[in-house]
């Protein structure tokens, strides 16, 4: 086997992993998952891709109102109105206990409309983020 082949085979295993990933996250729920870290939705139809900038809204929540909260953020993503993904922790991650976090990507920090869009969208949808988070 040639190394391009190697390659490629690599490349079709990583999708197929890729798309088993969001078989499981499209039909998971936050509260009722501790095998995987993250759980992420994007839209449906992506309108950019992500740079080396990106950066993100971070959301809090209790583990009694995550699975409420990640829907609303979840169908918001998928119907394109807010950043290139979105995520939400399974687990609490060196917080509280009862604290779940979100993340809603935006594509590129310094885009400052893009930035102030999706935070006014969250807003819109009764959300309040905690603060943005560029990536660095």
């Known amino acids: 086997m040639s190394q391009r082949d190697s390659f490629e085979r690599a490349l079709d295993l990583i999708r197929l992993v890729q798309d088993a990933r969001k078989v499981h996250d499209a039909q998971a729920t936050p509260s009722h998952v501790s095998a995987v870290y993250w ?4 839209p449906q139809t992506p309108a950019v891709r992500p740079t080396a900038r990106a950066g993100y809204w971070l959301l809090k929540t209790s583990v009694e109102t995550v699975d409420a909260v990640w829907q609303v953020i979840k169908s918001a993503t998928e119907a394109g109105k807010l950043g290139y993904k979105s995520k939400v922790a399974t687990a ?4 509280e206990a009862d604290e779940r976090t979100l993340h809603i990507c935006t594509y590129d920090s310094a885009d400052e409309e893009d930035v102030a869009r999706v935070g006014e969208a969250l807003r ?4 309040e983020p ?3 988070h560029a990536e660095e």
């Open 124 to 127: 819109a949808l009764g959300l």
């Open 39 to 42: 759980i992420e939705a994007a």
């Open 130 to 132: 905690v603060a943005y």
């Open 92 to 95: 609490a991650h060196g917080g």
